[in-house]
T-cell receptor, first 113, second 115 residues
Framework: SAVISQKPSRDICQRGTSLTIQCQVDSQVTMMFWYRQQPGQSLTLIATANQGSEATYESGFVIDKFPISRPNLTFSTLTVSNMSPEDSSIYLC??????????FGQGTRLTVV | AQSVTQLGSHVSVSEGALVLLRCNYSSSVPPYLFWYVQYPNQGLQLLLKYTSAATLVKGINGFEAEFKKSETSFHLTKPSAHMSDAAEYFCAVSARSGSARQLTFGSGTQLTVLP
């Protein structure tokens, strides 16, 4: 199984600022995924981060708001830009491995004030 | 297209009592089904998964779930609740595999275990 470390685990940010969330995996993986979990709601896939190519965004999510980097096969970042209180959520990094289920990081609990 | 409905956003049981968390799914193709648990300040951990083998699936920590195609259900049960079971539980459906790209999650059920 993959071990995923996310930083920061939580943060309180001022509106209008940006926060970059880091996701580190202990093994090389082809695809990494970023999810958002809004208060009282389900997990929603934001984008798929592939090494060496642009991230693929789901409907309703755009690169200008959620830029993603994937510099190598074990690391990715998600930036939440120009934050508003509506961005207050838990952001989760996930990976999957061939023949296995999805593994998730501990999540980043973001509060925008 | 696929979707998941978890009935009851909050469930409370007494320690030692039966735990029953309900999940109904919708899928246009035979589904793979999963239950994940999220303990406070932690990520999601897989409890169990159904991938078209036995309809009764046993997972970790004494949990099990039964796939009922006729009822499009995949309810999670545990015979005797323990205080350490208090957490949020998510049911998820996938059309092909357990890849995170194809998972659709339910809204979650918060389980409280009363002493």
């Amino acid at each position: 199984s993959a071990v995923i470390s996310q930083k920061p685990s939580r943060d309180i940010c001022q509106r209008g600022t940006s926060l970059t969330i880091q996701c580190q995996v202990d093994s090389q993986v082809t695809m990494m995924f970023w999810y958002r979990q809004q208060p009282g709601q389900s997990l929603t896939l934001i984008a798929t981060a592939n090494q060496g190519s642009e991230a693929t965004y789901e409907s309703g999510f755009v690169i200008d708001k959620f830029p993603i980097s994937r510099p190598n096969l074990t690391f990715s970042t998600l930036t939440v830009s120009n934050m508003s209180p509506e961005d207050s959520s838990i952001y989760l990094c996930s990976v999957d491995q061939p023949g296995a289920e999805a593994f998730f990081g501990q999540g980043t609990r973001l509060t925008v004030v | 297209a696929q979707s998941v409905t978890q009935l009851g956003s909050h469930v409370s049981v007494s320690e030692g009592a039966l735990v029953l968390l309900r999940c109904n799914y919708s899928s246009s193709v035979p589904p793979y089904l999963f239950w994940y648990v999220q303990y406070p300040n932690q990520g999601l951990q897989l409890l169990l998964k159904y991938t078209s083998a036995a309809t009764l699936v046993k997972g970790i920590n004494g949990f099990e779930a039964e796939f009922k195609k006729s009822e499009t259900s995949f309810h999670l049960t545990k015979p005797s609740a323990h205080m350490s079971d208090a957490a949020e539980y998510f049911c998820a459906v996938s059309a092909r595999s357990g890849s995170a790209r194809q998972l659709t999650f339910g809204s979650g059920t918060q389980l409280t275990v009363l002493p």
